[in-house]
């Protein structure tokens, strides 16, 4: 299966533990997505990055969250110093390059966290 | 202002009848829109995406949209639908190029 992949598929953590995912793309995409979603919302978006690039920023991604993308590929996502509220469902996605704005992302099957 | 916004949190419908999920976009974001579905631990797969070239959409499991400029709609529907439909289904629109945004979404339950 050559789709997003993501690991942890689930992680639970004591609160103000850190916690890193990865997100490897599909191979031929350069744009990476890190999106958030908790219990009966939507994913909100987190950031993005071209190649290794990190273009934007949400304001939801406060001090306490950094990701990289080193060399173009795989990405992390950390989580520095947990709390309750860091819990939930975090997706990333990939796209191909050079497509227009009606190029659809690619979702892994995510990352659930449990902050305890 | 929501991007996209789905009217219904949860729609419910017996095996074999028609689905409609509702999603209207907001007329100040071009309609590069998308509708993706969402099983129980899983991400998002996509179902249809407006591309221009049709205001009909065709995508895949049977499901179609129809993109309608004066309503600012982006409806979702099924003819018939399946007990394996039962799922979530999120609207999304790609604006300031390349950042999807999603409504809030909607819990279809089909009853045999």
């Known amino acids: 299966d050559t789709g997003v992949s993501q690991n942890p598929r689930h992680k639970i953590t004591k609160r103000g533990q850190n916690v890193t995912f990865r997100c490897d793309p599909i191979?031929?995409?350069?744009?990476l997505y890190w999106y958030r979603q908790t219990l009966g919302q939507g994913p909100e978006f987190l950031t993005y990055?071209?190649?290794?690039?990190?273009?934007?920023k949400s304001r939801l991604l406060s001090d306490r969250f950094s990701a990289e993308r080193p060399k173009g590929s795989f990405s992390t996502l950390e989580i520095q110093r947990t709390e309750q509220g860091d819990s939930a469902m975090y997706l990333c996605?990939?796209?191909?390059?050079?497509?227009?704005?009606?190029?659809?992302?690619?979702f892994g099957q995510g990352t659930r966290l449990t902050v305890v | 202002a929501q991007s996209v916004t789905q009217l219904g949190s949860h729609v419910s419908v017996s095996e074999g009848a028609l689905v409609l999920l509702r999603c209207n976009y907001s007329s100040s974001v071009p309609p590069y829109l998308f509708w993706y579905v969402q099983y129980p631990n899983q991400g998002l797969q996509l179902l249809l995406k407006?591309?221009?070239?049709?205001?009909l959409v065709k995508g895949i499991n049977g499901f179609e949209a129809e993109f309608k400029k004066s309503e600012t709609s982006f409806h979702l529907t099924k003819p018939s639908a399946h007990m394996s439909d039962a799922a979530e289904y999120f609207c999304?629109?790609?604006?300031?190029?390349?950042?999807?945004?999603f409504g809030s979404g909607t819990k279809l339950n089909v009853k045999p």
């Open positions: 407006y591309t221009s070239a049709a205001t």
């Open positions: 191979s031929e995409h350069n744009r």
């Open positions: 990055f071209q190649n290794e690039a990190q273009l934007e």
């Open positions: 999304a629109v790609n604006r300031d190029f390349n950042k999807f945004y």
């Open positions: 996605a990939s796209s191909a390059p050079g497509g227009g704005m009606n190029t659809e992302a690619f």
